[in-house]
Protein backbone atom coordinates (compact mmCIF):
# COMPACT_ATOMS: atom_id res chain seq x y z
CA UNK A 1 0.00 0.00 0.00
CA UNK A 2 1.18 3.32 -0.94
CA UNK A 3 2.00 6.08 1.88
CA UNK A 4 0.58 9.47 1.95
CA UNK A 5 1.99 11.93 4.56
CA UNK A 6 0.19 15.17 5.16
CA UNK A 7 1.67 17.76 7.52
CA UNK A 8 -1.33 20.56 8.58
CA UNK A 9 -0.19 24.14 9.85
CA UNK A 10 -2.96 26.12 10.56
CA UNK A 11 -2.82 29.70 12.36
CA UNK A 12 -5.59 31.67 14.00
CA UNK A 13 -5.61 34.44 16.49
CA UNK A 14 -8.91 34.74 17.78
CA UNK A 15 -9.98 31.91 20.87
CA UNK A 16 -13.41 31.79 19.08
CA UNK A 17 -14.28 32.72 15.75
CA UNK A 18 -12.38 34.54 13.29
CA UNK A 19 -9.95 34.86 10.61
CA UNK A 20 -7.47 31.79 9.88
CA UNK A 21 -5.74 30.23 7.10
CA UNK A 22 -3.85 26.86 6.83
CA UNK A 23 -1.20 25.27 4.65
CA UNK A 24 -1.22 21.13 3.93
CA UNK A 25 1.62 19.56 2.36
CA UNK A 26 1.37 16.37 0.99
CA UNK A 27 4.39 14.17 0.60
CA UNK A 28 4.21 10.91 -1.44
CA UNK A 29 6.60 8.65 -3.95
CA UNK A 30 5.43 8.99 -7.24
CA UNK A 31 5.37 6.11 -9.83
CA UNK A 32 9.03 6.93 -10.99
CA UNK A 33 10.49 6.29 -7.24
CA UNK A 34 10.96 10.06 -6.82
CA UNK A 35 9.69 11.69 -3.81
CA UNK A 36 7.13 14.48 -4.16
CA UNK A 37 5.54 17.00 -2.17
CA UNK A 38 2.46 18.75 -2.55
CA UNK A 39 1.30 22.72 -1.72
CA UNK A 40 -2.12 23.39 -0.53
CA UNK A 41 -3.39 26.83 1.27
CA UNK A 42 -6.54 28.37 1.92
CA UNK A 43 -8.35 29.98 4.95
CA UNK A 44 -11.79 31.69 6.20
CA UNK A 45 -12.99 34.76 6.93
CA UNK A 46 -15.35 33.44 9.98
CA UNK A 47 -14.10 30.17 11.56
CA UNK A 48 -12.15 28.19 14.38
CA UNK A 49 -8.88 26.51 14.82
CA UNK A 50 -10.23 23.26 14.64
CA UNK A 51 -12.33 23.89 11.45
CA UNK A 52 -9.83 25.10 9.40
CA UNK A 53 -7.52 21.99 10.75
CA UNK A 54 -10.72 19.73 9.50
CA UNK A 55 -10.94 22.06 6.48
CA UNK A 56 -6.90 21.78 5.56
CA UNK A 57 -7.37 18.23 5.69
CA UNK A 58 -10.06 17.42 3.37
CA UNK A 59 -8.39 20.18 0.93
CA UNK A 60 -5.79 17.90 0.79
CA UNK A 61 -7.04 14.49 0.51
CA UNK A 62 -8.99 15.89 -2.47
CA UNK A 63 -5.99 16.18 -4.29
CA UNK A 64 -4.93 12.58 -3.88
CA UNK A 65 -6.44 10.39 -6.44
CA UNK A 66 -8.73 7.68 -5.25
CA UNK A 67 -7.35 4.83 -7.85
CA UNK A 68 -5.80 2.55 -5.22
CA UNK A 69 -6.45 2.38 -1.51
CA UNK A 70 -2.97 4.18 0.68
CA UNK A 71 -2.14 4.77 4.05
CA UNK A 72 -2.04 8.33 4.61
CA UNK A 73 -0.84 9.77 7.82
CA UNK A 74 -1.83 12.96 8.99
CA UNK A 75 0.30 15.77 10.86
CA UNK A 76 -1.53 18.10 12.61
CA UNK A 77 -1.18 19.80 16.16
CA UNK A 78 -4.48 19.86 16.82
CA UNK A 79 -5.92 16.77 19.64
CA UNK A 80 -9.69 17.44 18.50
CA UNK A 81 -8.75 16.30 15.15
CA UNK A 82 -6.55 12.86 16.26
CA UNK A 83 -9.16 12.31 18.32
CA UNK A 84 -12.11 12.88 16.39
CA UNK A 85 -10.76 11.01 13.36
CA UNK A 86 -10.50 8.12 16.15
CA UNK A 87 -14.22 8.10 16.36
CA UNK A 88 -15.42 9.10 12.99
CA UNK A 89 -16.39 5.54 12.35
CA UNK A 90 -18.71 5.49 15.69
CA UNK A 91 -20.27 8.92 14.60
CA UNK A 92 -21.39 8.09 10.91
CA UNK A 93 -22.59 4.80 12.18
CA UNK A 94 -24.74 7.48 14.36
CA UNK A 95 -25.62 9.62 11.79
CA UNK A 96 -22.94 12.09 12.75
CA UNK A 97 -25.28 13.13 16.30
CA UNK A 98 -23.91 12.82 19.60
CA UNK A 99 -25.76 10.91 22.21
CA UNK A 100 -27.91 13.74 23.60
CA UNK A 101 -29.08 13.51 19.35
CA UNK A 102 -26.92 16.74 18.23
CA UNK A 103 -25.35 16.84 15.44
CA UNK A 104 -21.57 17.05 16.00
CA UNK A 105 -19.51 20.19 15.33
CA UNK A 106 -18.09 20.36 11.84
CA UNK A 107 -20.24 17.32 11.00
CA UNK A 108 -20.38 18.70 6.92
CA UNK A 109 -16.41 18.77 6.58
CA UNK A 110 -16.05 15.09 9.09
CA UNK A 111 -18.27 13.31 6.61
CA UNK A 112 -15.65 14.46 4.06
CA UNK A 113 -12.74 12.73 5.96
CA UNK A 114 -14.78 9.85 6.82
CA UNK A 115 -15.31 9.02 2.75
CA UNK A 116 -11.58 8.67 2.54
CA UNK A 117 -11.43 6.95 5.79
CA UNK A 118 -13.81 4.40 4.90
CA UNK A 119 -11.11 3.23 1.72
CA UNK A 120 -8.22 4.06 3.24
CA UNK A 121 -6.05 3.69 5.74
CA UNK A 122 -5.98 6.70 7.25
CA UNK A 123 -4.62 7.73 10.90
CA UNK A 124 -3.85 11.16 12.76
CA UNK A 125 -1.14 12.36 15.69
CA UNK A 126 -0.85 15.38 17.27
CA UNK A 127 2.77 15.27 17.70
CA UNK A 128 3.61 17.86 14.65
CA UNK A 129 6.78 18.89 14.08
CA UNK A 130 7.68 21.68 12.12
CA UNK A 131 8.88 19.97 9.28
CA UNK A 132 8.22 22.89 6.87
CA UNK A 133 8.76 26.31 8.35
CA UNK A 134 5.61 28.45 7.11
CA UNK A 135 5.19 30.63 10.48
CA UNK A 136 5.84 33.75 8.68
CA UNK A 137 4.11 32.45 5.43
CA UNK A 138 1.17 32.01 7.30
CA UNK A 139 1.35 35.01 9.72
CA UNK A 140 0.95 36.82 6.01
CA UNK A 141 -1.67 35.07 4.88
CA UNK A 142 -3.50 35.59 8.09
CA UNK A 143 -2.89 39.52 7.83
CA UNK A 144 -4.29 39.34 4.27
CA UNK A 145 -7.37 37.60 5.69
CA UNK A 146 -8.10 39.99 8.36
CA UNK A 147 -7.39 42.89 5.52
CA UNK A 148 -10.31 41.45 3.22
CA UNK A 149 -12.67 40.89 6.47
Not at 63 to 78: F, G, M, S, V
Not at 122 to 134: F, I, Q
Amino acid sequence: MKQIDIYIYALSHSRGKGPAVFKAVLEFIKADGKPYTLNVTGGDKETTINRITIKAAVTALRRIKLNQPYEIRIHADCDYFERMLKAARVYAEHDWKTKAGKEIANADLWKEVYIFKKTNHVTADSDLLERYECKDELEDKLKLWKYMS
